[in-house]
């Protein structure tokens, strides 16, 4: 009698109001973008190789096509929530009433009257309500706004059942879906709730997720384990009811608890980075600020965002960094890698963890911030400026130790510098000036250029910025200091900047990103055009000339047999490289830059909070961490040579012989 009595009075109702809307029911065309696109999930971060580094997201949610998803799950959602989803077209009048009728006779809700189609309506408008108007417009529950909103949803699942197919329908709901515990869609909640993909759950597990759909946080298997198996054996019963289960199938599992085996959640920002959590953060700066990727697109866009690291380089980073400086020790060893010819940045290394809270941890980049100098690494901007004009590798200079200079100041008063103890020779030619790195010959080198603008400009060309000062504020003041590297500098620029010279003079502006493709794997456009992806490169920053006569001459600084060099402890047997040593005044830093024709990395130390005297010199710790990093890559790999040296810019030099010898370390 009471389901005859409800039945008589909300058939008018309900009957009216499917006339309604099937009289209004627009055409597919006006259903919302969010309709019609595909279902967006997390942001996945991939290296260079194709494995996950980590994920952006707002939501948890990785949606999985059709036949990613277990049919029994299908089958258990549609049973309990929407058992005549395959014979209705969005709108269901007669479940509605069945539904009123039990709710009725039980005296609670026990059934629900919407269809899952207008479910999802339902949650994808919530979901992508951008004001609190909209929000509101998609929750109203009384008077005619109530009404209103039913109409909206009901008009617009007939629209949606018009342009996709029922398991369409279905896999979009699951993808989209609230289980509880932070994940969004059904693959999310079966890694949360068992550790599996959504194509493995098995039927209890199918029957325990559809359940959570009405009531995620009520009945939590890991929180409410009983009203868990309640709901669960719901929905067995259900199907059961429907013909889908047997009745062994049902006794036994509805006698059994619920059986989870809680997984984590994906990883999400740079925290949870598996591998290179600096070099993820750089990569996230770079999408916001550079290519303009906003951050809630970042988080809700469902992009693929393939990028340049090579987890293979940046393990052996790691590593190298932590055999000479613990992890948290007050210096902090930057290793910084990019490939030559692209720019690509293959790895960021430092003794330290991003993002935490604890004594290791650090939030700033400081592979590409400007704090300390980089020492006598910059004296190779000196000689490329003297290239240029023409002085060749063999040009001879006598210096005094100390050497006054002739053209800089120092604050009004002569600019004097000092040779190092082990690098106080008189007499010598600008490449044995370079890989002994002499204090004198340089600052009379440079008083022989005139000004500091040539090196300072051939720094820029090949990568260098200068942020503390800028590059006319140094050239203006006319700053001796330039070739002994006492502006602020970024080890991704010093890294950069020797790239240029490996490739033969061509510059690449270095990127952590090769492709960033929206959710349908398409790339990403903007009103410029496509997002991302590309090399941008500039050939001829400096001359090949120039570029292949330094890698020749710097190649002594590292390969063994040749006095006074500053970079034995880099070398990787059988492989040519080049390379500069670098310490600023009162050892504040210390730098090593070293390049084969296939990769460019540099290394600084330093304590980046204060100043402190670092110990030693470039070709100590510097140098063992880039040798520590690279042998991994370089050993058992084909040794690739340098182009030969431009024989007028190399004069009276011969090329050095194969390495027999090893040398001492000075600087």
């Given amino acids: 009698m009471a389901g005859a ?38 942001s996945r971060v991939l290296a260079a190789d194709g494995s996950l580094i980590t994920s952006f997201y707002t939501n948890d949610r990785t949606p999985v096509p059709s036949d990613r998803i277990a049919a029994v799950v299908k089958q258990a959602l549609v049973d309990i929530e929407d058992s005549r989803f395959h014979q209705h077209n969005g709108l269901d009048v007669q479940g509605t009433l069945r539904a009123a009728v039990a709710n009725v006779a039980a005296g609670s809700v026990q059934e629900g009257g919407s269809t899952l189609t207008q479910q999802l309506v339902k949650q994808t408008l919530l979901e992508t309500a951008d004001t609190a108007e909209d929000r509101q417009a998609a929750t109203e529950q009384d008077g005619q706004a109530g009404l209103a909103r039913k109409l ?46 959504a194509a493995d759950l098995t039927l209890p597990q199918a029957a325990m997720l559809a359940g959570l759909v009405q009531s995620p946080t009520i009945d939590d298997p890991i929180t409410n384990p009983d009203n868990a198996q309640a709901r669960r054996n719901q929905v067995l019963q259900r199907m059961y009811a429907l013909g889908h289960v047997s009745e062994r199938e049902l006794i036994e599992i ?125 004296k190779v901007f000196t000689a490329a400026a003297a290239l240029e004009r023409g002085i060749p590798a063999d040009h001879t200079l006598t210096t005094s130790n100390p050497y006054v200079s002739r053209v800089y100041t ?133 001359s090949p000339a120039v570029a292949n006569t330094l890698a020749q001459m710097m190649r002594k600084d590292v390969e063994p047999g040749h006095p006074g060099q500053t970079a034995p402890a880099a070398y990787v047997p059988g492989h040519q490289i080049a390379g500069k040593t670098g310490t600023t005044q009162n050892n504040f830093s210390i730098a090593f830059t070293g390049y084969t024709p296939q990769y460019s990395a540099s290394v600084m130390v330093l304590n980046p909070k204060t100043n402190q005297d ?54």
Wanted: contains cysteine.
């Fill in 152 to 197: 909206r949803e009901a008009r617009l699942a007939l629209a949606l059942e018009e342009i996709h197919s029922k398991d369409e329908i279905l896999t979009r709901y699951l993808n989209t879906v609230y289980f509880g515990q932070g994940a969004y869609g059904v693959q999310a909640a079966a890694q949360k709730y068992f550790s599996v993909d």
């Fill in 254 to 378: 509805s006698a059994s608890p619920v059986a989870v085996a809680p997984g984590d959640a994906s990883p999400n920002g740079c925290i949870d980075a598996s591998i290179g959590g600096f070099f993820c953060a750089h990569l996230q700066q770079y999408l916001v600020q550079t290519l303009g990727i906003d951050q809630a697109t970042l988080d809700d866009g469902g992009l693929t965002i393939r990028t340049t690291l090579r987890p293979d380089v940046q393990a052996a980073g790691d590593q190298a960094v932590l055999s000479v400086l613990p992890m948290g020790d007050p210096l902090a060893g930057m290793y910084t890698a990019v490939e030559p010819g692209t720019g690509h940045v293959l790895a960021m290394s430092v003794n330290r963890r991003y993002g935490c809270a604890g004594a290791d941890c650090e939030s700033v980049v400081l592979h590409t911030a400007y704090s300390q100098g980089a020492g006598s690494t910059y």
């Fill in 410 to 542: 120092n604050n009004g008063r002569p600019y004097v510098v000092q040779a190092f103890a082990g690098a106080d020779k008189r007499t010598m030619t600008m490449e044995e000036a370079l890989y002994t790195s002499s204090n004198p010959y340089f600052m009379a080198l440079q008083d022989e250029l005139g000004s500091v603008e040539g090196p300072v400009r051939v720094a820029e060309r090949m990568g260098m910025h200068f942020t503390a000062s800028s590059a006319d504020q140094i050239i203006g003041g006319n700053r001796g200091s330039f070739t002994l590297g006492a502006e602020a500098t970024s080890p991704l620029d010093l890294a950069s900047a020797y790239a240029t010279l490996a490739a033969g003079g061509t510059r690449c502006d270095p990127t952590p990103v090769t492709a960033v493709l929206d959710r349908d794997g398409e790339p990403l456009t903007g009103p410029d055009g496509r997002v991302g992806g590309g090399d941008t490169c500039t050939a001829g920053a400096v």
């Fill in 614 to 667: 670092v110990g030693g010199q470039g070709g100590g710790m510097g140098a063992t961490i880039w040798h520590n990093a690279m042998s991994p890559v370089l050993t058992g790999a084909p040794m690739v040579p340098f182009p030969p040296a431009d024989p007028v810019l190399a004069g009276s030099t011969v090329p050095a012989d194969p390495p027999t010898a090893a040398a001492t370390t000075l600087d």
């Fill in 5 to 42: 009595l409800v039945a008589a009075i909300v058939l008018p109702w309900v009957g009216g109001a499917g006339v309604l809307v099937q009289n209004s029911a627009g055409p597919p065309s006006e259903l919302p973008v969010a309709l019609t696109e595909s279902v967006s999930g997390n």
